[in-house]
């Protein structure tokens, strides 16, 4: 298994607190333009169906978009 019980709860955690953008580019062609039910989705699968391989992408998909959210937060902005 990929992921247990704790994983889920700090990605929870994180989602829960993160500023969610409506849509997110993930990268050239490959686009989420509705992130919270994505989050929601995604969450509501991983933790239905954890230990089961095949679901695993679903985690897998969560914690791209986290590290994605995550290196745009640490980004530095550009100035108006």
């Not at 679901?55 to 980004?75: G, W």
Request: proline share 4%.
């Amino acid at each position: 298994m990929k992921y247990a019980d704790k994983d889920i709860q700090e990605m929870e955690d994180f989602f829960k607190t993160a500023e969610l953008p409506q849509s997110i580019e993930l990268s050239k062609g490959s686009n989420i333009i509705d992130l919270p039910a994505f989050v929601f989705s995604h969450m509501a699968i991983i933790k239905l169906r954890k230990g089961v391989a095949l679901f695993e992408v679903f985690y897998d998909r969560l914690l791209f978009v986290k590290n994605k959210i995550s290196a745009m937060a640490d980004a530095p902005q550009e100035a108006a």
